[in-house]
């Protein structure tokens, strides 16, 4: 008996696993899909779902609808889970929305943003080996794209 509740749980594990790589893989493919043809809405609908999927990519999808109200609303949650190499972008963004919101603008405030973006980006430059290579390529973008919305 003991021996097939083990099989059971070992094809249950196995079934859950394959599903799991599957919904992944899925996840991904459609996300890339949908940035590249600029369907910024599927990725807002996609990755804000009930379980909250990534919410780091669906601040990315709500900014670039102009929606400033989700915005405020996802930076307060992205904010106290950001991993660190993401940091620079809630910066950036909370820029983005004391510059484009109607309801809260406030330009005062987005010097202090862009510097704290950049200060990040260049303590994880740092951290880097001093021989560039592919490791220093996401820092030079995320520079270089604080710098272009200076």
Not at 13 to 32: A, E, P, V
Not at 95 to 116: K, M, P
Not at 119 to 133: A, E, G, N, T, Y
């Amino acid at each position: 008996m003991g021996g097939a509740v083990a099989q059971v749980s070992q094809l249950d594990i196995s079934h859950f696993l394959t599903l799991f790589i599957f919904s992944s893989s899925y996840f991904l493919i459609l996300t890339r899909c949908a940035k590249e043809l600029n369907q910024w809405n599927i990725v807002q609908d996609y990755c804000g779902g009930p379980d909250g999927k990534n919410p780091i990519m669906e601040l990315d999808a709500v900014w670039r609808q102009g929606n400033w109200s989700a915005v405020k609303d996802l930076l307060g949650q992205v904010e106290t889970s950001c991993p660190r190499e993401f940091a620079w972008k809630v910066h950036l963004y909370r820029g983005y929305h004391a510059i484009c919101s109607t309801e809260e603008q406030n330009l005062t405030v987005v010097d202090r943003y862009v510097d704290s973006a950049n200060q990040i980006c260049i303590k994880d430059w740092r951290r880097l080996p001093h021989l560039v290579s592919t490791a220093h390529v996401p820092i030079l973008q995320a520079a270089q794209q604080v710098l272009s919305k200076y």
